[in-house]
């Protein structure tokens, strides 16, 4: 059994040295991983229709995981990295394959990616996704995800996407997990 440490994503502050002292004490203590997961947007819940119904609101301060999480890439040297759930459906596909192999490379592999498709519409309107596509995009994405990692050269088409022969560069050398 392997035990990992969720980073307290909203009352983590904004201090780099206790985000840097949070991974490394994490790696010290022997855990295998830390989590992080996505919100882009709160939302204030009184008065929406239809009604916002998961726990976050307007005064929740989230971290992008992968940016954040490329801080303990550079200063961690065994510890996994994770996200708990990437919004995917919530991005772009090749913007976020691009980020995460980053952060492969820079955590030497280490990295894994949770993804999900959330609740809040709100977010999705505010970033010009359709709500109601979510499962099916996410879907999409995650095929277009792996060509991506996999393929030195993609020609792709599907309802969301269209890449026309071309490669993710640099890519990883080894695998990006994904987990739903």
């Not at 109601?132 to 996410?138: G, P």
Request: hydrophobic share 40%.
């Amino acid at each position: 059994m392997k035990f990992g440490v969720m980073l307290p994503t909203c009352e983590i502050g904004n201090d780099p040295l206790v985000i840097r002292d949070d991974a490394q004490t994490a790696e010290g203590l022997g855990y295998s991983h830390l989590l992080l997961y996505d919100h882009v947007l709160g939302a204030e819940h009184r008065d929406r229709t239809p009604k916002l119904e998961g726990p976050y609101d307007e005064t929740d301060a989230f971290r992008k995981p992968i940016v954040l999480l490329s801080d303990p890439a550079a200063i961690t040297e065994r510890i996994g990295l994770a996200t708990g759930v990437l919004v995917l459906s919530q991005h772009q596909t090749a913007l976020v394959a691009k980020q995460a192999a980053e952060l492969s490379i820079l955590s030497g592999g280490h990295f894994r990616m949770g993804v999900g498709t959330g609740w809040n519409w709100l977010e999705y309107a505010a970033l010009g996704v359709r709500f109601e596509d979510r499962a099916s995009r996410l879907e999409a994405q995650v095929e277009t995800f792996r060509r991506l990692r996999n393929d030195p050269l993609i020609d792709h088409t599907d309802p969301f996407h269209r890449i026309d022969r071309a490669p993710l560069v640099p890519r990883p050398d080894h695998p990006i997990p994904i987990c739903f």
